[in-house]
């Protein structure tokens, strides 16, 4: 199952720092969602475009998680190089991530 089966997602660009929420469109999902997007592999998944940390702050009450990219803009978003590396085709990018209970990586 891809992640976006059950969730979609928003997203903000501050510098050279983007913000991503991860939404169940089902609160049943959301237990889920919270064991298998861990900050870890929320990094692994963008290895090459965050070069900071990535936070994870969880939002049961919405079914909602909210990762910091930090360091994944390329300097900002004024300054990056990248044609569309910003929020919104990060957002697009998680999407599409493959969910499994395999306890690895994708």
């Given at each position: 199952m891809l992640l976006r089966d059950i969730a979609h997602a928003r997203t903000g660009d501050k510098g050279n720092r983007s913000t991503l929420s991860v939404i169940a469109y089902d609160a049943k999902h959301y237990p889920l969602l919270e064991k298998l997007l861990t900050p870890e592999r929320v990094k692994v998944h963008y290895q090459g475009i965050v070069q900071g940390s990535v936070e994870r702050y969880c939002l049961p009450q919405l079914g909602a998680l909210n990762f910091v990219l930090n360091g994944s803009l390329g300097g900002g978003v004024t300054?990056?190089?990248?044609?569309?590396?910003?929020?919104?085709?990060?957002?697009?990018?998680?999407?599409?991530m493959v969910l499994s209970d395999s306890g690895s990586a994708p």
């Open positions: 300054r990056s190089l990248a044609l569309d590396a910003h929020g919104k085709c990060l957002a697009s990018g998680l999407l599409a």
